[in-house]
């Protein structure tokens, strides 16, 4: 049981340049979220899914997209990089979004936009 | 809408000395509340929450919170801290409601425990 897994760990971009980041959970979790972590500001949510086929936006949705084709993958699209865009990227789940449930993080990815 | 205020970014304290972090909130609805530690390089876990009852809240490692509704706050403690503490806490608030779980974050608190 692997939890939250995030792929890859770190890349290095050019601006312009677009990547798609990969969030997998084996929880069988409805909930899955994309956060990005920046000095000083805490996680912000980018974007998040209710379930398979959904998807919606969270406080920061410029500049990204999103996809979930299978329950278990949430996938983090940035089509043309900028360097605003360099942050840390967690991903987590939760198995229903009521009363209070506990979110599983991922370990992060670690994105440089030059 | 909903914020959080973390009012100390680092705290330095000495091993097996009590520490306590401060997080206040702010919502025009009920919330529920939430401690998240992030240990170097790692992804972040939950310490505690609070959902309803008892003000007092009992977490891992001997964590503890307070929940203080006429002040809004949430404040983290623990009597005794240890080497392996040294990390990064955040506090969280998510609004009563049905639907996803959307967390607001403070800015976190950088613990750092010196021997």
């Known amino acids: 049981n692997a939890g939250v897994t995030q792929t890859p760990k770190f890349r290095v971009l050019k601006t312009g340049q677009s990547m798609t980041l990969l969030c997998a959970q084996d929880?069988?979790?409805?909930?899955m979220y994309w956060y990005r972590q920046d000095p000083g500001m805490g996680l912000r949510l980018i974007h998040y899914s209710v379930g398979e086929g959904t998807t919606a936006k969270g406080e920061v949705p410029d500049g990204y997209n999103v996809s979930r084709l299978k329950k278990q993958n949430f996938l983090l699209g940035l089509e043309s990089a900028a360097p605003s865009q360099t942050s840390v990227y967690f991903c987590?789940?939760?198995?229903?979004?009521?009363?209070?449930?506990?979110?599983?993080f991922g370990p992060g990815t670690r994105l440089t936009v030059l | 809408a909903q914020s959080v205020t973390q009012l100390d970014s680092q705290v330095p304290v000495f091993e097996e000395a009590p520490v306590e972090l401060r997080c206040n909130y702010s919502s025009s609805v009920s919330v529920y509340l939430f401690w998240y530690v992030q240990y170097p390089n790692q992804g972040l876990q939950l310490l505690l929450k609070y959902l309803s009852g008892s003000t007092l809240v009992k977490g891992i490692n001997g964590f503890e919170a307070e929940f203080n509704k006429s002040q809004t706050s949430f404040h983290l403690r623990k009597p005794s801290v240890h080497i392996s503490d040294t990390a990064e806490y955040f506090c969280a608030v998510s609004p009563l409601r049905q639907g996803a779980q959307k967390l607001v974050f403070g800015q976190g608190t950088r613990l750092t425990i010196n021997p």
């Open positions: 929880m069988n979790h409805e909930y």
């Open positions: 987590a789940s939760t198995a229903w979004a009521e009363v209070g449930d506990t979110q599983y």
